[in-house]
């Protein structure tokens, strides 16, 4: 019911944030609660048992459908095909300790031509010389810590703007066949600095806002929230489609990663899809991908784009 609550009013308290992190799997809980609960009525002698059984039984399957539909859009629909007009990479190398050379070769190997990656140290900004090479523009600036935020492109980059955002994020010009705006995304995490967090999305949303003005548009990078997140249906609300969702990817959770990371899962198994690449009404994806990069606790994510 908490999680319910949470998708519906999307608050902004604190823990409720946090909460609404786990909403795709109330989906789960829903579903055994139904079955636990007709287990009871099936066993119930009395009357009044029956009846809060029966109640049990019928929110538990509405919840169930309710957040069922949330996930449809993710699983169904009609989406682009054939070759890719734009191939866009995001990844997240956490504190620069992210393998870079894994980075270069998921890059080299899928063809990107563009190319955004966070927590970009000075050091692993060194280790990407040959991505460098292969991506020759470059966006953004490596930074110690978390604060590095660094686009590579196959095409040239014009109007650089950083943003008023934490952890850095930029907004630039991709003289692409197509030419779009580019806005690589670094927002700090909600559950460390919510206030931070708050006002990063507000930043990103008012510059979105005012990049859509202008033309087509790719958002990349690491949003620190989910699509049950309010700031990300703002986002969606602006026109903008999310990747995996337009491509009928399914969930594909990005956080946390590697099982060699302190909070990360066995077998890399992430609880969350806090990794976005959106796109405008000019572009479709045809796919979306993640990859586990070595030492970093972000599943890297590929996204094949098609002109609308």
Same mark, same amino acid.
């Given at each position: ?29 829903? =579903?055994?609660?139904? $079955? ?27 919840? @169930? ?29 956490? $504190? ?9 070769? $998921? ?92 006002? &990063? ?8 806002? @005012? =990049? ?21 249906? &703002? ?13 009928? =990817? ?22 969350? =899809? ?32 098609? $002109?609308?």
């Amino acid at each position: 019911m908490l999680l319910s609550v949470c998708r519906l009013l999307t608050p902004s308290q604190h823990l409720l944030v946090l909460a609404t992190a786990f909403v795709p799997f109330a989906l789960v809980g829903y =579903a055994a609660a139904a $079955l636990a609960w007709s287990a009871v009525h099936r066993l119930g002698d009395h009357d009044r048992r029956r009846l809060v059984s029966t109640a049990a039984v019928l929110v538990s399957v509405a919840g @169930l459908l309710f957040h069922a539909a949330l996930q449809v859009p993710s699983y169904a629909g009609s989406h682009a095909s054939g070759r890719a007009d734009l191939t866009v990479l995001t990844a997240n190398l956490r $504190l620069g300790l992210g393998d870079t050379a894994e980075v270069t070769r $998921l890059a080299e190997r899928s063809h990107a031509d563009v190319v955004v990656l966070e927590e970009v140290t000075p050091l692993a900004f060194a280790g990407l010389e040959k991505l460098r090479q292969e991506l020759p523009h470059q966006g953004g600036e490596p930074f110690a810590g978390a604060r590095g935020t660094v686009v590579f492109s196959r095409y040239p980059l014009q109007d650089e703007e950083q943003l008023k955002v934490f952890n850095s994020a930029w907004v630039v010009r991709v003289d692409a066949p197509r030419p779009f705006s580019l806005v690589a995304v670094h927002t700090s995490q909600p559950w460390v600095t919510p206030q931070l967090w708050t006002s &990063d999305h507000r930043a990103v949303l008012w510059n979105t806002t @005012l =990049a859509l003005r202008r033309g087509p548009v790719v958002m990349a990078g690491d949003f620190n929230a989910t699509l049950d997140h309010r700031p990300m249906r &703002d986002l969606l609300g602006l026109g903008l489609s999310d990747a995996a969702r337009q491509s009928d =990817a399914g969930w594909q959770p990005t956080w946390p990663s590697d099982p060699g990371v302190g909070h990360a899962l066995p077998f890399g198994l992430g609880v969350m =899809a806090i990794d976005h690449v959106l796109v405008s009404k000019q572009f479709s994806t045809i796919s979306t991908h993640t990859y586990r990069i070595a030492r970093s606790d972000h599943r890297a994510l590929l996204a094949r784009i098609a $002109l609308s």
